[in-house]
Every structure is written in structure tokens, then in C-alpha cells.
């Protein structure tokens, strides 16, 4: 079966074909679609992978005109809930060209909306909820929907649900080839990290665990549910040494949740990265709370340069009620100690929870302000229909849970507005407030002249971008005129 997937370009369908700002700070290949193509692949299908977030100035006609031309049976569309009614449009224009085209949805939202979907967007055939390796390689091998675990379809007007996605019929993680990498145009090189969280490029995302142990208020559970599984570190050992040497890539992103919850295989894997003759160095996200003296010790050793730590409040009841088992203290224990040991701290943020007064996002302000954090990302709360709290949102502040305003939730606007705020212009202040402060530091600027000069290629970029970028900082927190 000839098989197309696309990743959408995210932002709106409107026509628009600038790229926005976030994608030239960051831009991340679709390593999940990569992952599946192999997997198709291996089942001998012919697929080939289409990234429309890369390409924005190609708009959603082109791309259908592109898709179309390849002659495929079925093209998958990866979906986050901000990107859906982009994907959406991207699929009536394919089904307008070509009727006979099967289209399969999946990713975050449509593991979400499930067979709900299928009810309100009739042109989308099939929809994965959960993981979608081995539910679309069924679905291509043309096996029974109504029997295929996760997927939802369509028989006369009636809407089928398979079986829900259970221990049995999730991946087993080390016997999943790595992803077709092969596949995605330009990779390495036009996908950048984030800047200045890289020492070389070209860079390279790999995701060596799946799903998470905690239940924090805000996090989306659709796809992986209540599951935890991770890749051997000979596995994630080998895949990183594949990148390496096909690829000539020179940093990696660990993008799991919980990179360090298994401290055996973490330690085995920084073992077999300082055995390397590949000297790739790499970030990854630590949990407060899992990290020690020695694991630090041996992450620096195996090239460990840049962790991310999700900190997200600096006001103690916010984290009393939003994120499991953390202290404002132990979070200080432990950035220090990281920062001590020479790797630099990344801290993850995140402004306008249920609960939040002006005094508690104060608070976080100086909170980050406080610790040795070479960088930061700062979210606006945003309520995702898989999250724990979604049910009681609209007990908690305002929020437009229309499916006109999904592409809005894309956790850079303040879509919800908790009762205790005064408004979102005062949430934009706060959030503009947090950037200033917390890089006009001396630490801050002193950590960035180091930059310049460890991260030349970030450097660059920001040169190449310079107007983009100065406007974006002007704007920060600013009224809109007339306000």
C-alpha cells in the first residue's frame, strides 16, 4: 500500500504563510510519524512523510496537490489540538482532489476526541486513539477495523469503536525499529533545538520512554494513558550512535517525561555513552526528586550539557494543587545541585492555573529569578480536553471550550482566565514581567556571553532572525492599543 503522512502546519489555515515565531526558536522533527513510517515500512508498504510545520510558505492547497500526486491509498495526519482544524482542512482539500484516499487521524487530540470526531468531520475515515504503530500498520494490512485496539471507523453511518488500547496491545518498545528518519526531508540540519540549549549542530530528538507514573492537574493523558515503558539502554544506546554516524549528529534531546524514574537504566546508559567512540552530548528533563549526587556525576561524564526541570510554580499551594509530590524546596535543593556540578538548568514554567492570584504569579516570577537557571520556558495554563482537571474547568474561570477556539490552545495565549485574576491583560503583564526580570539578571547575562561562544550556531540564528525576534521581546506583556 503506497501511505503518505503528514504533520500539519499547526497555527491556522487562514492562508497566513509566515512562519511564526516559535517554530524559528525551535522546530522539532515529527519523529512520532517517523516511528510509524518504519514500522510501515517494515510491513512493506511504501510511505513517505510529508512535514507541512518546516514548510509553511507550501499552503494546505499545495500540499493536497503534493499529497495527491504521490497516487497513495491511505495518508495519515498527525494532530495536537491547536493543529486539528489546519489537519482538518489539509484532509477536505486531499478528499476533494481524490475521494478514494483513506484518511486516518492521530496524535493528542484525536486520541482524545476518539469516535466523537468521526461524528462531526466526515471525511475523516479512521481515527488511532493512543499509540499508532501498530494500530495503522492493521489498519494498511487492511484487518478488520472493528477489531483493531485503538481504532475507530465507520460501517454505513454508524461509528465503530475497536478494542480500547490495553498492556497487551501496546508497543513493546525494543521491538520497534528506529524511526525512518531516512524519510524526513532535510533532516538533520533544518531541524533546530531550542536556542542556546545546544552546543553543536545538527541536533536530533529521541524519545526512549513512554508515558508518565504522576496524575498532574494539567497533563494530557490521551495517548499513553497510565502506562510507563521504556527502551533498554542498549536500544537507546544504539539509536544514538545510529544518529551519529548516518546522520553526523552532534547533540541529542531526551524528550522523555521521566528520563531518570528507572535510575538502573539511566546509569547503564550513561555508561554505554561514555563507552562510545561517538561523542555525542546530550539534554534530558529530570524530575525534582529523581536525581542524586552520583546519577548527576554520571550524566556529566556521559556528556549530559543542559537538563530540563519542570518547576512550573514558584507559590507552594499552586503546586499543592496542580503537580504531584513537589516543594519549592526540594526544587531548589536539587537545581543547585545540577547547576553545581556543571550542566546547566533549564526551567519549565507555567502561569495562569486554576488558583492563581496576581501574589502567586509574583511569586513564581521571583522564584525563578532566585535559582541558577541558565534559561527558561514559560507556558500560559491550558485546559486540554485529556487533562485530569478538564471536568471541572468551567467551575474554575472562563474558558471557550468550542472547537473554534482549539486553535488557540497553544499554550502561548491565555485562553483561561482563573476566577482568582483580575484579567488576561494582567496575566499578558505578569508573563511579559517574568521574561524581563528573570533574563535582565546578572547570572542570566553572564551565562549568555558564555553562550555566544559554546553555542555559535545558536548565535547565528539569532542574527538571521534579529528583527523577528526583537519585535516579539518589545511586545511581551504590552497592552494591545487602545486597551
Known amino acids: 500500500m503506497k501511505i503518505i503522512l503528514y504533520y500539519p502546519r499547526g497555527y491556522d489555515n487562514s492562508g497566513n504563510t509566515q512562519r511564526p515565531i516559535a517554530s524559528l526558536a525551535a522546530t522539532m522533527a515529527p519523529i512520532g510519524l517517523a516511528s510509524i513510517a518504519a514500522v510501515l515500512r517494515e510491513a512493506g508498504h511504501d510511505v513517505k512523510i510529508f512535514d507541512g510545520a518546516l514548510k509553511t510558505e507550501i499552503t494546505n492547497a499545495a500540499w493536497a496537490d503534493l499529497i495527491v500526486a504521490e497516487q497513495p491509498d491511505m495518508v495519515g495526519i498527525s494532530s495536537i489540538t491547536p493543529s486539528f482544524h489546519d489537519a482538518y482542512d489539509l484532509c477536505c482539500k486531499v478528499k476533494s482532489l481524490n475521494g478514494a484516499i483513506q484518511t486516518v487521524f492521530g496524535g493528542v487530540h484525536p486520541s482524545w476526541g476518539k469516535g466523537t470526531l468521526l461524528a462531526n468531520y466526515p471525511l475523516i475515515d479512521f481515527v488511532i486513539a493512543g499509540e499508532g504503530e501498530y494500530a495503522f ?36 518498545m525494543d521491538d520497534l525499529p528506529f524511526p525512518a528518519y531516512d524519510l524526513i526531508e532535510g533532516f538533520p540540519d533544518r531541524y533546530e533545538m531550542a536556542l542556546f540549549n545546544y552546543p553543536k549542530h545538527p541536533t536530533a530528538s529521541v524519545i526512549s520512554s513512554r508515558g508518565c507514573v504522576y496524575h498532574c492537574s494539567f497533563c494530557d493523558r ?40 528507572n535510575r538502573k537504566r539511566v546509569s547503564r546508559l550513561c555508561e554505554l555513552l561514555k563507552q562510545s567512540k561517538y561523542k555525542v552530548t546530550f539534554n534530558c528533563i529530570v524530575r525534582i526528586g529523581h536525581i542524586d549526587d552520583d546519577l548527576i556525576r554520571e550524566l556529566k561524564e556521559a556528556g549530559c550539557w543542559m537538563v530540563n526541570v519542570g518547576i512550573e510554580s514558584g507559590d507552594q499551594d499552586i503546586l499543592d ?34 488558583g492563581e492570584t496576581e501574589e502567586s504569579a509574583l511569586k513564581t516570577i521571583a ?67 517574568f521574561f524581563r526580570r528573570f533574563y535582565n539578571r546578572s ?16 548565535y ?15 511586545g511581551l506583556g504590552k497592552k494591545p492599543k487602545g486597551k
Request: net charge neutral; hydrophobic share 40%; aromatic share 12%.
Open 222 to 261: 490521551s495517548v499513553f494513558a497510565e502506562s510507563f515503558r521504556w527502551n533498554s539502554p542498549e536500544y537507546t544506546a544504539a539509536q544514538v550512535e545510529t544518529l551519529a554516524r548516518e546522520y553526523g549528529v552532534k547533540h541529542v534531546m531526551f524528550y522523555d517525561d521521566l528520563f531518570t524514574l
Open 460 to 474: 547565528w540564528r539569532v542574527l538571521r532572525n534579529l528583527p523577528r525576534y526583537l519585535g516579539y521581546i518589545a
Open 137 to 172: 500498520r492493521d489498519l494498511a494490512n487492511q484487518i478488520d477495523p472493528s477489531s483493531i485496539a485503538g481504532v475507530f471507523s465507520r460501517k454505513g453511518d454508524a461509528i465503530v469503536a475497536g478494542p480500547a488500547q490495553c498492556k497487551a496491545t501496546l508497543c513493546t
Open 367 to 433: 522564584f525563578a529569578s532566585s535559582l541558577p537557571l541558565k534559561d527558561a520556558n514559560l507556558t500560559a495554563f491550558t485546559p486540554y480536553p485529556g487533562a485530569p482537571i478538564y471536568k471541572d474547568i468551567q467551575t474554575l474561570g472562563t474558558f471557550d471550550e468550542s472547537p473554534e477556539n482549539w486553535k488557540n490552545l497553544d499554550c502561548t495565549k491565555f485562553v483561561f482566565i482563573p476566577n482568582e485574576a483580575e484579567s488576561k491583560e494582567r496575566l499578558e503583564q505578569l508573563y511579559g514581567q
Open 443 to 458: 547570572f542570566a547575562r553572564k551565562c549568555y556571553n558564555k553562550m555566544f561562544i559554546q553555542s555559535p550556531h545558536s
Open 321 to 354: 494543587q496542580h503537580k504531584e509530590k513537589l516543594s519549592l524546596e526540594k526544587i531548589r535543593e536539587d537545581v543547585t545541585k545540577i547547576h553545581n556540578a556543571g550542566i546547566w538548568v533549564k526551567g519549565l514554567f507555567m502561569m495562569g492555573f486554576p
